[in-house]
């Protein structure tokens, strides 16, 4: 009489190997980000962009630039200064244009770094309940939350692609609020730059304001939003 198979593994069985494998992969995702901090602030490519820029001319260069662009935003460049450079580099329209590809780029690059290296990680230690609040707004708001969070100049940008990836927010919906919300300080940014040798131009002045408003209008949010948070945790 043949003998009998034995069981298949369960969920209790499979569940610690499937834990240390999504633990290898945060692990692996936290080196990644070590190594391209530690690339940036070695080799400091946004100045590199600006200065040391290949020979290229016409729609090479501005491939090129949106993919270094990129990668450098994955690799926590800071999205000003690379605006600027694209300003300096292609003029108002053109550096908008390349720059706005750049910050989808690179948010699809650390979007999907985090979905797949350390979501199956972080979910599970999503339990407080302003965490899983965030977590429920992010994942069943999608396109809203993240406009608002592209809008809202006092969020950090990778910290922002990271967090999303952690939530069960689609691709579509976050790239699109991504490309759109970022537009209108992108924009500034890189017509400051298209015309920084002429700081008394109208177009600079106009893209200065902007930026000064809108970052003194974040700052204000942030005040309120801290003051309301003491209150409720006082009540």
């Avoid at 009489?1 to 999504?22: F, Q, V, W, Y």
């Avoid at 690799?75 to 244009?97: C, E, H, M, Y």
């Avoid at 809203?144 to 969020?155: I, K, Q």
């Avoid at 008394?200 to 902007?210: C, D, I, R, V, Y």
Wanted: hydrophobic letters at 55%; aromatic letters at 8%; charged letters at 15%.
């Amino acid at each position: 009489m043949p003998e009998a198979a034995p069981p298949s593994p369960g969920p209790a069985e499979l569940r610690p190997h499937a834990r240390l494998s999504s633990w290898f992969r945060l692990g692996l995702l936290v080196a990644l980000l070590a190594a391209a901090a530690a690339t940036v602030l070695a080799l400091r490519p946004e100045r590199m962009l600006a200065e040391g820029w290949p020979e290229l001319s016409g729609g090479a260069a501005v491939v090129l630039f949106s993919v270094a662009y990129g990668l450098c935003t994955a690799a926590f460049v800071p999205r000003p200064i690379l605006n600027i450079a694209a300003g300096a580099l292609f003029g108002a329209p053109t550096g908008t244009a390349a720059a706005v590809v750049g910050t989808v780029l690179g948010s699809a690059a650390s979007f999907g770094l985090g979905r797949l290296l350390g979501q199956d990680a972080l979910r599970p230690l999503l339990r407080g309940r302003w965490l899983k609040a965030a977590d429920r707004q992010l994942s069943r708001h999608a396109f809203r939350s993240m406009m608002a969070v592209r809008l809202f100049p006092g969020v950090p940008f990778a910290a922002a692609n990271y967090c999303a990836a952690v939530s069960r927010m689609r691709w579509t919906p976050f790239l699109l609020a991504t490309a759109l919300g970022s537009a209108p300080a992108t924009a500034a940014y890189v017509i400051a730059g298209s015309h920084a040798t002429a700081p008394t131009s109208p177009a600079f002045l106009g893209a200065t304001a902007f930026i000064a408003v809108t970052g003194l209008a974040a700052v204000v949010v942030a005040w309120r939003k801290k003051g309301l948070s003491r209150r409720l945790s006082r009540s």
